[in-house]
């Protein structure tokens, strides 16, 4: 089964720091996305990466940016967190022709 | 216009009916659909794919895509209490973006 660990289950950060959630992949996937999910909202696609060091913006990146310096490895950074940005984060990777596989999510809380 | 439309419910059937889940989205280009479970508090879970016209059946799960009237909908079978979840839709628009509904709550009554 492929599996898509994230690195952290629970977080709670202060207002203004900087913050990566991790998301590592082990099937040799193209396609990473991080997703944002609150309720009523649904989810939020925030950036996707289809290669290494290539990187889209999607529906909400603002106060947002990711790297991929690796295949398997995908991370969202805050660059400052605020409230607003409290919420569950969801990586997920896909293989062509094929449905998105999630990791388990971060469950942020900004203060 | 939501990309991908689903009644949020919630819809409470009881253990052993038909749950019958609905999902419209409005592009008509839209190649690829798929059907997620979320339990409360964890991710979702892939259960469906269905990408041509007409019914898709897997155990008690059976997807049906009509593209002409752009809605995609997962029929359950015997439903057991533990089917109670969220259910997302989400939709394939070109490329590799998929867009999902705010989901569908079902909880099965024993």
């Known amino acids: 089964d492929v599996k898509v660990t994230q690195s952290s289950r629970y977080l709670v950060k202060r207002t203004g720091e900087k913050v990566f959630l991790e998301c590592v992949q082990d099937m040799d996937h193209e396609n990473m996305f991080w997703y944002r999910q609150d309720p009523g909202l649904g989810l939020r696609l925030i950036y996707f990466s289809y290669d290494v060091k290539m990187k889209e913006k999607g529906d909400i990146p603002e106060g947002y940016s990711v790297s991929r310096e690796k295949k398997e490895r995908f991370s969202l950074i805050l660059e400052s967190a605020s409230t607003n940005q409290t919420s569950m984060y969801l990586c997920?990777?896909?293989?062509?022709?094929?449905?998105?596989?999630f990791g388990s999510g971060t469950r942020l809380t900004v203060v | 216009q939501k990309e991908v439309e689903q009644n949020s419910g919630p819809l409470s059937v009881p253990e052993g009916a038909i749950a019958s889940l609905n999902c419209t989205y409005s592009d008509r280009v839209s190649q690829s659909f798929f059907w997620y479970r979320q339990y409360s508090g964890k991710s979702p879970e892939l259960i469906m794919s269905i990408y041509s016209n007409g019914d898709k059946e897997d155990g008690r799960f059976t997807a049906q895509l009509n593209k002409a009237s752009q809605y995609v909908s997962l029929l359950i079978r015997d439903s057991q209490p533990s089917d109670s979840a969220t259910y997302l839709c989400?939709?394939?628009?070109?490329?590799?973006?998929?867009?999902f509904g705010t989901g569908t709550s079902l909880t099965v009554i024993p």
């Open positions: 989400a939709v394939r628009i070109g490329g590799n973006q998929f867009y």
């Open positions: 997920a990777s896909r293989d062509r022709g094929y449905g998105y596989t």
